[in-house]
């Protein structure tokens, strides 16, 4: 069983940078394609990006990309968030999510079989 639990939201403003963390705690994340979403208020969960198991590679949405970077330390358990050039549309709860490499598309969050309890970031302008 694989927990997760992200950190480092709070209040930004507009043109600012975040980072967040998402920490593992249980069985290793080896095989596991770790991903981030954020869900704004009255609108359905979204894909932001992620980091596959197999080969590192990032894939982002067409709306973070350029700005936001993702990446993973296996050692440590733990991904991360790098948000650059926020706006206030970013303003959401961000969740991480961690799904074994499958066919499903990963921005499809039935993917992912372990989430977060997500943590707010709040944009500012």
């Known amino acids: 069983q694989v927990s997760l639990a992200e950190s480092g939201g709070g209040q930004v403003q507009a043109g600012g940078s975040v980072r967040l963390s998402c920490e593992a705690s249980?069985?290793?994340?080896?095989?596991?394609?770790m991903g981030w979403f954020r869900q704004a208020p009255g609108k359905d969960r979204e894909f932001v990006g992620v980091i596959m198991w197999s080969d590192r590679t990032p894939v982002y949405a067409d709306s973070v990309k350029g700005r936001f970077s993702i990446s993973r330390d296996d050692s440590k358990k733990t991904m991360y968030l790098e948000m650059g050039s926020l706006e206030p549309e970013d303003t959401a709860v961000y969740y991480c999510?961690?799904?074994?490499?499958?066919?499903?598309?990963?921005?499809?969050?039935?993917?992912?079989?372990?989430w977060g309890r997500g943590t707010q970031v709040t944009v500012s302008s």
């Open positions: 249980g069985r290793t994340l080896r095989f596991y394609d």
């Open positions: 999510a961690a799904g074994l490499q499958s066919t499903i598309p990963v921005r499809s969050l039935r993917k992912y079989s372990h």
